[in-house]
């Protein structure tokens, strides 16, 4: 009778250690939680069999320490791991399905954060297969939270929820099947989309918002009618305006959207990272972010490189920190680094109302 009484003290004591604690000099926050897509996804598809929507092999990975596919859609890091730079961790939290399945073992991972983000998952259930939705990425967080919450000091718990980081990087996958499926949409058709889409947006942030997030770092939709892959099925091998038309007008609905919700909902803070902005800026004006190249992917395949995903048959360049985009949709790890830098400290043209920075130092 001992040994289990002595094992159930010492986890007690690690857990209330662990959740007692301030947050660190190097912790900004005490955990970022993350849901999303590709755009932030460190993982989790590797553990889906069916799903065609993974980066685990080369040259995924090339500048990842110990040059390591780990399912980034990316040469290295992507954006979520240079946020959490930002605030003080090493990198993303890991994969949610990495997790080992003990509740121990996934309780003392969940109090510093983890990554529910699924590639080809969009804000809309129906965007995407055999991936990770959004509503199971909640759902796996709702049950992951009630493991916490079941234990000792629960209500210091929910204190660490409260200031932890909620971030989001939603909604691409939604506009490019939106596309895909109306080549020429009339405004009817677009505002049906836009509505259908917010509605449940809202419901995911509400949701989120009753299981105790209280700060949530937006990366809003980038021009995706200016990705490799859309210019390359352009005849002039320019932007397709139309895509990016339909992902502005989503942007401007989710940037309304958090501006009600934060009068809805009390003490909810939010800061948007304009992905969209910083990106055309970026691809006007490339030398004054180190870039050569901002049309065609660094690896990949036929006109741009941009006709087939980085498989390990695929030429990638070797002057990669010049390279806006790594394969036929996203960035590289250098684009990534930046946009990271700008969303937490700025500048204001490209996040708002207030910086990454601002929101995590913001009074309770």
């Given amino acids: 009778m001992k040994k289990p009484l002595c094992l159930f003290f010492v986890l007690f004591c690690v857990f ?29 598809n590797n553990y889906l069999t069916n799903s065609n929507a993974k980066a685990n092999y080369p040259h995924y990975g090339i500048d990842f320490p110990h040059s390591r596919p780990t399912g980034r859609f990316s040469n290295g890091y992507n954006q979520i791991d240079f946020v959490a730079i930002h605030m003080g961790f090493r990198r993303s939290p890991p994969p949610y399905l990495s997790l080992n399945d003990t509740n121990n073992h996934q309780i003392l991972k969940g109090l510093r954060g983890v990554n529910f983000a699924s590639a080809g998952s969009g804000i809309l259930d129906s965007t995407g297969a055999n991936i990770i939705t959004t509503t199971q990425q909640l759902q796996y967080f709702e049950t992951l939270r009630s493991k916490m ?63 105790g997030a209280r700060r949530f770092a937006v990366i809003n939709v980038p021009p995706i009618g200016c990705v490799p892959t859309s210019r390359a099925r352009n005849l002039t091998g320019g932007c397709i305006n139309g895509m990016n038309q339909i992902a502005k007008g989503l942007n401007d609905a989710i940037t309304a959207l958090f501006s009600k919700l934060a009068v809805a909902l009390p003490g909810l803070k939010y800061s948007i990272g304009a992905s969209y902005d910083l990106t055309l800026t970026a691809i006007s004006n490339p030398r ?23 498989t390990p048959n695929a030429t990638y360049c070797m002057n990669r920190k010049q390279y806006l985009f790594w394969d036929l949709i996203h960035p590289t790890q250098q684009a990534s680094k930046i946009s990271a830098s700008v969303f937490y400290d700025g500048p204001a043209q490209f996040v708002g109302p207030i910086t990454y920075k601002q929101l995590v130092y913001s009074d309770n």
Avoid at 31 to 40: E, R
Avoid at 170 to 179: I, R, T, V
Avoid at 289 to 301: D, L, N, Q, T
Wanted: net charge neutral.
């Fill in 16 to 44: 209330s250690s662990f959740v007692g604690a301030t947050t660190s000099n190097t912790w900004k926050v005490p955990a970022i939680y993350v849901f999303g897509d590709s755009t932030v996804d460190v993982g989790n």
């Fill in 149 to 211: 919450m079941a234990q000792p000091n629960a209500e210091q718990v929910a204190q660490r929820l409260y200031k932890s980081l909620f971030l989001i990087s939603a909604g691409g996958n939604d506009a490019f099947a939106f596309f895909a499926a109306n080549n020429s949409p009339n405004n009817s058709d677009v505002l049906l989309f836009y509505n259908t889409l917010l509605s449940k947006y809202d419901n995911h942030i509400k949701t989120l918002y009753n299981l």
């Fill in 288 to 310: 004054s972010y180190g870039f050569k190249e901002v049309e065609s992917a660094c690896c990949g395949s036929g006109k741009l490189n941009a006709q087939s995903y980085c």
